[in-house]
Protein backbone atom coordinates (compact mmCIF):
# COMPACT_ATOMS: atom_id res chain seq x y z
CA UNK A 1 0.00 0.00 0.00
CA UNK A 2 1.45 3.15 -1.36
CA UNK A 3 0.94 6.54 -0.63
CA UNK A 4 1.96 8.16 -3.66
CA UNK A 5 -1.02 7.14 -6.06
CA UNK A 6 -3.26 8.50 -3.05
CA UNK A 7 -0.88 11.63 -3.32
CA UNK A 8 -1.13 12.00 -7.18
CA UNK A 9 -5.20 11.55 -6.69
CA UNK A 10 -5.44 14.04 -4.19
CA UNK A 11 -3.52 16.94 -6.34
CA UNK A 12 -6.21 15.83 -8.97
CA UNK A 13 -8.79 15.92 -7.47
CA UNK A 14 -7.50 18.94 -5.44
CA UNK A 15 -7.09 20.97 -8.97
CA UNK A 16 -10.40 19.65 -10.45
CA UNK A 17 -12.26 21.21 -6.46
CA UNK A 18 -10.52 24.61 -6.96
CA UNK A 19 -11.65 25.00 -10.83
CA UNK A 20 -15.01 24.61 -9.38
CA UNK A 21 -14.38 27.01 -6.89
CA UNK A 22 -13.45 29.76 -10.22
CA UNK A 23 -16.75 29.19 -11.39
CA UNK A 24 -18.40 29.87 -8.00
CA UNK A 25 -16.68 33.04 -7.88
CA UNK A 26 -17.32 34.07 -11.30
CA UNK A 27 -21.31 34.22 -10.29
CA UNK A 28 -20.16 36.96 -8.09
CA UNK A 29 -17.75 38.78 -11.06
CA UNK A 30 -21.24 38.27 -13.09
CA UNK A 31 -23.80 39.61 -10.70
CA UNK A 32 -22.03 41.77 -8.45
CA UNK A 33 -24.02 44.87 -7.80
CA UNK A 34 -21.10 47.21 -7.97
CA UNK A 35 -17.53 47.53 -9.67
CA UNK A 36 -15.06 46.97 -6.66
CA UNK A 37 -17.26 43.30 -5.81
CA UNK A 38 -15.98 42.42 -9.33
CA UNK A 39 -12.28 43.35 -8.96
CA UNK A 40 -12.33 41.21 -5.78
CA UNK A 41 -13.99 38.42 -7.42
CA UNK A 42 -11.30 38.38 -10.21
CA UNK A 43 -8.81 38.88 -7.84
CA UNK A 44 -9.50 36.07 -6.29
CA UNK A 45 -9.81 34.07 -9.20
CA UNK A 46 -6.40 35.08 -10.17
CA UNK A 47 -4.67 33.87 -6.71
CA UNK A 48 -6.44 30.03 -7.29
CA UNK A 49 -5.39 30.08 -11.29
CA UNK A 50 -1.73 30.19 -9.47
CA UNK A 51 -2.65 27.63 -7.45
CA UNK A 52 -4.20 25.50 -10.42
CA UNK A 53 -0.79 25.93 -12.08
CA UNK A 54 1.66 25.01 -8.89
CA UNK A 55 -0.97 21.79 -9.41
CA UNK A 56 -0.64 21.44 -12.80
CA UNK A 57 3.49 21.55 -12.37
CA UNK A 58 3.05 18.63 -9.66
CA UNK A 59 0.90 16.67 -11.59
CA UNK A 60 2.59 16.81 -14.66
CA UNK A 61 6.27 16.97 -13.01
CA UNK A 62 6.54 20.50 -15.24
CA UNK A 63 8.59 22.64 -12.92
CA UNK A 64 9.20 25.31 -15.57
CA UNK A 65 5.47 26.05 -14.34
CA UNK A 66 6.60 27.63 -11.60
CA UNK A 67 8.02 30.75 -13.30
CA UNK A 68 5.13 30.93 -15.04
CA UNK A 69 3.01 30.95 -11.82
CA UNK A 70 5.19 33.26 -10.59
CA UNK A 71 4.81 35.79 -13.58
CA UNK A 72 1.12 34.85 -13.22
CA UNK A 73 0.58 36.18 -9.88
CA UNK A 74 2.30 39.56 -10.33
CA UNK A 75 0.41 40.21 -13.58
CA UNK A 76 -2.65 39.56 -11.50
CA UNK A 77 -1.77 42.31 -8.94
CA UNK A 78 -0.41 44.54 -11.21
CA UNK A 79 -4.02 44.54 -12.99
CA UNK A 80 -5.71 44.70 -9.63
CA UNK A 81 -3.94 47.60 -8.52
CA UNK A 82 -4.22 48.95 -11.95
CA UNK A 83 -8.15 48.94 -11.93
CA UNK A 84 -8.52 50.16 -8.67
CA UNK A 85 -6.66 52.95 -9.19
CA UNK A 86 -9.26 53.91 -12.28
CA UNK A 87 -12.29 53.30 -10.60
CA UNK A 88 -10.83 55.48 -7.26
CA UNK A 89 -9.27 58.31 -9.44
CA UNK A 90 -11.11 57.66 -12.56
CA UNK A 91 -7.86 57.91 -14.93
CA UNK A 92 -5.01 56.37 -15.03
CA UNK A 93 -1.84 58.74 -14.67
CA UNK B 1 12.81 5.92 5.95
CA UNK B 2 9.34 4.63 4.58
CA UNK B 3 7.81 5.09 7.48
CA UNK B 4 9.18 8.71 7.02
CA UNK B 5 8.45 9.21 3.65
CA UNK B 6 4.61 7.37 4.81
CA UNK B 7 4.46 10.45 7.60
CA UNK B 8 5.29 13.18 5.35
CA UNK B 9 2.84 11.83 2.85
CA UNK B 10 -0.57 12.21 5.10
CA UNK B 11 0.93 15.95 6.25
CA UNK B 12 1.03 16.99 2.69
CA UNK B 13 -2.99 15.59 2.44
CA UNK B 14 -3.83 16.83 5.84
CA UNK B 15 -2.63 20.21 4.56
CA UNK B 16 -4.40 20.07 0.70
CA UNK B 17 -7.48 19.01 2.49
CA UNK B 18 -6.85 21.95 5.09
CA UNK B 19 -6.45 24.29 2.07
CA UNK B 20 -9.03 23.14 0.17
CA UNK B 21 -11.37 23.86 2.73
CA UNK B 22 -10.23 27.46 3.46
CA UNK B 23 -10.76 28.00 -0.18
CA UNK B 24 -13.92 26.91 0.07
CA UNK B 25 -15.30 29.05 2.80
CA UNK B 26 -13.37 31.96 1.43
CA UNK B 27 -15.72 31.43 -1.52
CA UNK B 28 -18.51 30.70 -0.04
CA UNK B 29 -18.36 34.01 1.70
CA UNK B 30 -17.64 35.64 -1.89
CA UNK B 31 -21.13 34.79 -2.68
CA UNK B 32 -23.31 34.93 0.53
CA UNK B 33 -22.57 38.11 2.46
CA UNK B 34 -24.17 40.90 1.68
CA UNK B 35 -21.75 44.13 1.34
CA UNK B 36 -18.03 44.52 -0.37
CA UNK B 37 -16.16 44.85 2.59
CA UNK B 38 -17.67 41.88 3.98
CA UNK B 39 -16.66 39.65 1.14
CA UNK B 40 -13.25 41.35 0.80
CA UNK B 41 -12.81 40.58 4.36
CA UNK B 42 -13.48 36.89 4.11
CA UNK B 43 -11.97 36.21 1.17
CA UNK B 44 -9.09 37.72 1.49
CA UNK B 45 -7.96 35.98 4.58
CA UNK B 46 -9.31 32.48 3.80
CA UNK B 47 -7.58 32.52 -0.02
CA UNK B 48 -4.13 33.44 1.77
CA UNK B 49 -4.16 30.66 4.13
CA UNK B 50 -5.63 28.40 1.49
CA UNK B 51 -3.00 29.12 -0.95
CA UNK B 52 -0.03 29.24 1.81
CA UNK B 53 -1.48 25.65 2.97
CA UNK B 54 -1.43 24.26 -0.51
CA UNK B 55 1.92 25.20 -1.73
CA UNK B 56 3.09 24.18 1.58
CA UNK B 57 1.74 20.66 0.55
CA UNK B 58 3.72 20.30 -2.60
CA UNK B 59 6.79 21.87 -1.32
CA UNK B 60 6.59 19.32 1.34
CA UNK B 61 7.01 16.62 -1.96
CA UNK B 62 9.58 18.21 -3.89
CA UNK B 63 13.40 18.84 -3.91
CA UNK B 64 15.02 21.92 -2.60
CA UNK B 65 15.30 23.91 -5.75
CA UNK B 66 11.45 23.88 -6.38
CA UNK B 67 10.70 24.13 -2.51
CA UNK B 68 12.49 27.71 -2.77
CA UNK B 69 10.52 28.70 -5.33
CA UNK B 70 7.14 27.92 -3.82
CA UNK B 71 8.51 29.39 -0.72
CA UNK B 72 8.94 32.85 -3.10
CA UNK B 73 5.58 32.44 -4.10
CA UNK B 74 3.98 31.93 -0.60
CA UNK B 75 6.09 35.11 -0.02
CA UNK B 76 4.80 36.83 -3.00
CA UNK B 77 1.35 35.76 -1.86
CA UNK B 78 1.86 37.15 1.53
CA UNK B 79 2.83 40.38 0.55
CA UNK B 80 0.33 40.79 -2.74
CA UNK B 81 -3.17 39.63 -1.24
CA UNK B 82 -3.84 42.15 1.57
CA UNK B 83 -2.22 44.65 -0.33
CA UNK B 84 -4.82 43.72 -3.35
CA UNK B 85 -7.68 43.71 -1.03
CA UNK B 86 -6.72 47.14 0.98
CA UNK B 87 -6.38 49.16 -2.40
CA UNK B 88 -9.83 47.60 -3.51
CA UNK B 89 -11.63 48.41 -0.09
CA UNK B 90 -9.88 52.32 -0.14
CA UNK B 91 -11.62 52.90 -4.36
CA UNK B 92 -14.59 51.38 -2.54
CA UNK B 93 -14.74 53.55 0.52
CA UNK B 94 -13.36 56.55 -2.08
CA UNK B 95 -16.07 56.37 -4.55
CA UNK B 96 -19.28 56.18 -2.11
CA UNK B 97 -19.93 52.93 -1.11
CA UNK B 98 -21.48 53.23 2.75
CA UNK B 99 -20.58 50.38 4.91
CA UNK B 100 -23.36 48.18 5.65
CA UNK B 101 -23.64 48.75 9.11
CA UNK B 102 -23.03 52.59 8.95
CA UNK B 103 -26.10 52.17 6.20
CA UNK B 104 -28.64 51.43 8.63
CA UNK B 105 -27.49 54.10 10.87
CA UNK B 106 -27.91 56.37 9.33
CA UNK B 107 -31.33 55.27 7.94
CA UNK B 108 -32.64 55.40 11.41
Given at each position: ?S?????D???????????????LS?I????G????????AI????????I??????R??????F?????????????????????L?????D | ????R???DI??????L?????????????????DV??????????D?????L?????????S???????????????????T??HV?????Y???????????????
Amino acid sequence: MSTAGILDFSYSLGAVLVMLMIFLSLIRALAGPTAPDRVAAINIMGTKTLIIITLIARIYGQEYFLDIAMVYALMSFVTTVGIAKYLEKGALD
Amino acid sequence: MTWLRIAVDILSIIFLLGGLFFLFVGTFGLLRLPDVYNRLHATTKCDTLGAGLILLSLALQSSLAIGIRLALLIIFILVTNPTAAHVIARAAYKTGIVPILSRRASDD
